[in-house]
């Protein structure tokens, strides 16, 4: 990975990395991390994903997270669609996104449907994919998505924030964030524990979805069930494809690396990436 110059959105320095083709020679896979995530956590995915398909890939960590500068805390309920609507076209402008793929893990998994689901309007439909001034929305992966509040994945925070209290874990993802790890914890376990959370829901944006769509899902992950799969295909206008992967939890690009490597390969190369 090649670190980029600062990208600098809403008077915050976001830190980014690329690997592959430039943006003028080949699509770009635009990848959005998980609720505890930054660029660095996607570890060589990225790099071995752009190899695969050819593409360039696009790695930021959004504000408060790894590198980047922190955010305000605590989050809005709506920090999704704030990232989905005001941050992420920022981005993709400021690097001269052209022809992309969103690859989005959990939360950025949802921010991608968010910002994929407002950009019908542009499009021709699913062959051509979303339009958002001059990039061109080719294709969203979405690995664990969340399209509403489950009370599973409410569980499964309220585990994974005792177990923060402990210790190691804080230890393993201040590797990650350095001294603003509590920061980046907690600032994603209130909100989404917070009461108001529980009425999130993102299914109204599906609808707006032509781009083709892949799901990836572990079966057994501790953060949603199939719920959230069947309820994007159900309603999202574009083809969608799913894999539901056995013996795999929240993070099928590392726990079963090849196959979900295989799946968005071929994804992508069916999409014209």
Same mark, same amino acid.
């Given at each position: 990975m090649t670190?980029?110059?600062?990208?600098?959105?809403?008077?915050?320095?976001?830190?980014?990395l690329?690997?592959?083709p430039?943006p003028?020679?080949?699509?770009?896979?635009?990848?959005?991390?998980e609720?505890?995530?930054?660029a660095?956590m996607?570890?060589?995915?990225?790099?071995?994903?752009a190899d695969?398909?050819?593409?360039?890939?696009?790695?930021?960590?959004?504000?408060?997270?790894?590198?980047?500068?922190?955010?305000?805390?605590p989050?809005?309920v709506?920090?999704?669609?704030?990232e989905?609507?005001e941050?992420l076209?920022?981005?993709?402008?400021?690097?001269?996104?052209r022809?992309?793929?969103?690859?989005g893990?959990?939360d950025?998994?949802?921010?991608?449907?968010?910002?994929?689901g407002t950009r019908?309007?542009?499009?021709?439909g699913?062959?051509s994919g979303?339009?958002a +001034? +001059?990039?061109?929305l080719?294709?969203?992966?979405?690995?664990a998505?969340?399209?509403?509040?489950?009370e599973?994945t409410?569980?499964?925070?309220?585990e994974?924030?005792?177990?923060?209290?402990?210790g190691?874990?804080r230890?393993k993802?201040?590797?990650?964030?350095?001294? +603003?790890?509590? +920061?980046?914890?907690?600032?994603?376990?209130?909100?989404?524990l917070?009461p108001?959370f529980?009425?999130?829901?993102i299914?109204?944006?599906?609808?707006?979805?032509?781009?083709?769509?892949?799901?990836?899902?572990g079966?057994?992950d501790?953060?949603?069930?199939?719920?959230?799969?069947?309820?994007?295909?159900a309603?999202?206008?574009?083809?969608?494809?799913t894999l539901?992967?056995?013996?795999?939890?929240?993070?099928?690009?590392?726990e079963?690396?090849?196959?979900?490597?295989?799946a968005?390969t071929?994804?992508?190369?069916r999409a014209?990436?």
């Amino acid at each position: 990975m090649t670190p980029l110059n600062d990208i600098r959105v809403g008077g915050k320095r976001l830190e980014a990395l690329w690997h592959g083709p430039s943006p003028e020679e080949a699509a770009t896979l635009v990848f959005l991390h998980e609720g505890l995530g930054c660029a660095e956590m996607w570890h060589d995915f990225p790099a071995r994903l752009a190899d695969a398909s050819g593409c360039g890939a696009l790695v930021y960590s959004r504000a408060g997270y790894g590198g980047s500068d922190p955010c305000g805390l605590p989050r809005p309920v709506r920090f999704m669609h704030d990232e989905a609507l005001e941050i992420l076209p920022r981005v993709l402008e400021r690097v001269g996104v052209r022809d992309f793929f969103l690859v989005g893990h959990s939360d950025g998994a949802s921010i991608s449907l968010i910002y994929s689901g407002t950009r019908s309007g542009a499009g021709s439909g699913a062959r051509s994919g979303n339009r958002a +001034g +001059g990039a061109r929305l080719k294709g969203l992966i979405a690995l664990a998505p969340h399209a509403l509040c489950e009370e599973a994945t409410l569980r499964a925070i309220e585990e994974i924030s005792e177990t923060f209290k402990k210790g190691p874990l804080r230890r393993k993802l201040a590797k990650y964030h350095g001294a +603003g790890v509590d +920061g980046a914890f907690w600032g994603w376990s209130d909100v989404w524990l917070h009461p108001d959370f529980k009425n999130w829901n993102i299914e109204k944006y599906l609808p707006g979805i032509s781009a083709p769509v892949l799901v990836v899902q572990g079966q057994n992950d501790p953060y949603g069930t199939r719920v959230h799969a069947d309820s994007i295909v159900a309603r999202v206008r574009g083809s969608v494809e799913t894999l539901m992967l056995e013996d795999c939890g929240h993070s099928p690009h590392q726990e079963k690396s090849a196959e979900t490597l295989d799946a968005m390969t071929r994804f992508i190369r069916r999409a014209g990436g």
